[in-house]
């Protein structure tokens, strides 16, 4: 159950009426983080600027990107975040085999290079909130520095989402929660 009321469109004010109607346009729905943030109609909108920014804009690579959301959501078993991006992560190329693994809190065996990489950036920073020196050498060579900043900034926003979800406790469509 939510922290805060369902979204009822009808009586929001001017202001999240258009931050509203700014999310069903990008995303189609307003539920997870972003009803959320509609508390704070000009938060709402940066975030959601931002958020549409890595996928569409950014360098990183999607597959990646993708990935790297579900070491957080599992990390801090954002239930909302695991549920919408299990499927992208898996459309995208990330195996099942590695999705499973990071769902058991285990260390998957990677098959692809980058993938191991992301991984172990996206747990490092996690765990000490910032990057030994060979991983981060590591990171620049695979990658470049473009996309290395971006990751590492994406890293934080979804800790920013991961907790935002977990504090308000955002609902999980149909109530199933995916991770145990």
Known sequence: MSRLPPVDPATLSPEKRAAYEEILRVRGQVRGPFAIWLTS???CERALALQDWFPKRGKLDRRLL???I???ARASTAQFAWFVHEPHAVRLGVSQ??????RERRTPDFEKEDERLVYDITRELDATRTLSQATYDRGVAMLGAEAMVELVSAVG?????????NTFQAPVPGGKLPLP
């Open 41 to 43: 109609p000009e938060l």
């Open 66 to 68: 993708e990935l790297m």
């Open 70 to 72: 579900l070491v957080l």
């Open 97 to 102: 085999a590695v999705v499973e693994a990071i």
């Open 157 to 165: 926003f979804y800790v920013m989402v991961a907790m935002t979800l």
